[in-house]
């Protein structure tokens, strides 16, 4: 029976040297359902004390891959020890800072950023606070918030991947041309997202203001 | 005279595959001989999980692409494949190799109604045959060794007796079967545990090891004895031999395959035991894949018809035809065999 002497912590969690905190924190994840005491993986395959010692290494791993200072001393350990060569370590060392929740492309952030700025402009808080303050939101509030922000509908696409013509039909509130609910209201969350606008109520509004527009005028 | 030859024939054939090894267990090396079956043994701690099911299926099928089978009952003192088989009451079967009454074991095969596979029962064995002694184990092994066939399935008991063990260790890749519950999970690493130690003794008492080590495994009196504990002792007294042991359980494959998987069950679990069994044994594991549940199935066996002809294209079927694709014997059948040895 292997346990996970002589295992550096990258090797318990089966991880690469420069993985970032989203991949630690999977990779505890996984290993806990397999090591978890009520695993069906290793159902009895250890003994209660080797079963305590392999989930104190893979805590001991992850709270030390988590945490950037330990990391970084027990990186610097490793590679002084000869157990591993240090450009293996090369993005980690070189970017200390804290890890965005998502490895976000670099237009995505500039243009978070950039909104962030904008919105605090006088005019453009209030078309903000206006228009969450409404309770249908119609495609043209969320486009004229996108022009106010200075935004193209091409840059929302390089970030969330989201077809021009789809973003097109629903600032122009094409009933008839709007994708499945479900994907519509994940549209409109990147959306609210990138307008950094409540993305509940974005969601909310607009399928409302789609549902009254749908029903036929009454008289 | 023409007996008197061939048994001359077969003593020799005994001693070159005990030369042609040395002094490891000629056992464990017959697979690479040319022209020796391959055997494939049906284990898996747990009773009830499907062994029997699964060895009469798969035997079938390999039967049916062509491939010359035997099957053997090796559930001593639980003998049912004759029933998955649809033979109602066999002829003897093992009973008649071990009393004597016939020289090779060959002779109490009987055909199926499945061209190809042939059938060995226990069914006849005496009340006690599950405490079989040591040297009617060694002959019934030498002669499975020597059957002359392309493929040779065991279908072996639940439980960890020794003589299980020893029909699971007679190939360096024997099947266990297990079913997604925790019990019988439980079970099959219960089993692969202890078919590991014997292993271990094996090489340790068939080996030049120190004294001392050998006398460790021998003492049947001490139970506690785990794996651990011997390849300390082997480094205490035998550091040289520490490479060799290691080597020699190296050698040892487990396979699995996961039966009576329901749609409810983790899809990767089978994946997940192959990786954890990997990391944490020092054999390799590979996982042959899972077979789909059926309700069905109570009905074949009920009506006394095999699974996989009865229902060719259900789910069940295809799961199993993905694991004969990996079990089978590579070569077809060659049936000059027997005289070209």
Known sequence: MKTFENQNYYEILKLPFDADAVAVQRAYREALEIYGENSLVTYELFSDEQRGDLLQAIDEAYHTLMDEDKRATYNQMLIHSGLADPSLFARKTEKPAAAPARPAPVKHRDLQAWVKQKSKEEPIKQL???????????????????????????EIYEVTRISASTLRNIEANQVNNLPAEVFLKSFLKSLAQILQVDPQRTVDGYLKYIALARRPPRK | MMALFA??????RGIT????CGAREFVTIAPQLKNMPVIIPIGGGKGGVGKSFISANLGALMAKRGHRVILIDLDLGGSNLHTLLGIKSPPGGLDRFLDKTENRLEQVAVPTHISNLSFISSLHCSMEIANLYHAQKVKLIHAILRLPCDCILLDLGAGTHFNTLDFFLTSEAGVFVC???????????????????????QIISRNAFHKI??????????QALRYTDLVDLV??????????????????????ILNQFRKSTDSTLGEKIKTVCNR????????????????????????KNLFTLQYPESKTAIDFRAIVDQLAPKRVASHTMVQVR
């Open chain 2, 280 to 303: 944490h044994f020092y054999s390799p594991f590979e996982f042959l894949g899972q077979i789909d549940f059926d309700e069905r199935v109570t009905d074949s066996i009920l009506s």
């Open chain 1, 128 to 154: 903000i606070s206006e228009t969450m303050g409404k309770d249908l939101v119609a495609g043209d509030d969320l486009k004229r918030l996108r022009e106010a922000l200075g935004i193209e509908i091409s």
């Open chain 2, 17 to 20: 595959l005990r030369g042609a």
């Open chain 2, 213 to 222: 080590v050998k006398d460790a495994v021998q003492d049947g009196g001490n």
């Open chain 2, 179 to 201: 079913t997604p519950e925790p019990t019988a999970i439980e079970n099959a690493f219960r089993f692969i545990k202890a078919a590991y130690l014997r292993k271990l003794k």
């Open chain 2, 235 to 256: 480094l205490k007294y035998d550091p040289g031999m520490e490479m060799f042991l290691r080597d020699s359980i190296r050698r040892l494959q487990f396979r699995f």
């Open chain 2, 7 to 12: 048994q001359c024939r077969g003593m020799c």
